[in-house]
């Protein structure tokens, strides 16, 4: 059974960083990882993506402030958040996608105050 557990999340002030995990159980970490938010009353977004090679992708607001990255060994996807602002208080999910698999974490909070 593929399970994805996120952790990091929190409470922090604007201008601050946080560190969020995601491990994932199953062969389906071999895909595409991605990070995805939803914020109160919005559509859930992808924040950023990663392929097994390495290539990243994010959408424009966070770029310069996010890093994704992936530890293949440890079956772990990171998202290095710097400079917060409270708009990117949101829900924060792990999505991992392999062959037609599609699997997602419950989502850990990130609330930033300013």
């Known amino acids: 059974q593929v399970q994805l557990v996120e952790s990091g999340g929190g409470l922090v002030q604007a201008g601050g960083s946080l560190r969020l995990s995601c491990t994932v159980s199953?062969?389906?970490?071999?895909?595409?990882m991605g990070w995805y938010r939803q914020a109160p009353e919005k559509q859930r977004e992808l924040v950023a993506s990663?392929?097994?090679?390495?290539?990243?992708t994010y959408t424009e607001s966070v770029k310069g402030r996010f890093t994704i990255s992936r530890d293949n060994a440890k079956n772990t996807v990171y998202l290095q958040m710097n400079n917060l602002k409270p708009e990117d208080t949101a829900v924060y999910y792990c999505r991992a996608q392999l062959m037609g698999m599609d699997n997602w974490g419950k989502g850990t909070l990130v609330t930033v105050s300013s």
């Open positions: 199953g062969s389906i970490f071999r895909g595409i």
């Open positions: 990663i392929y097994r090679s390495g290539t990243t």
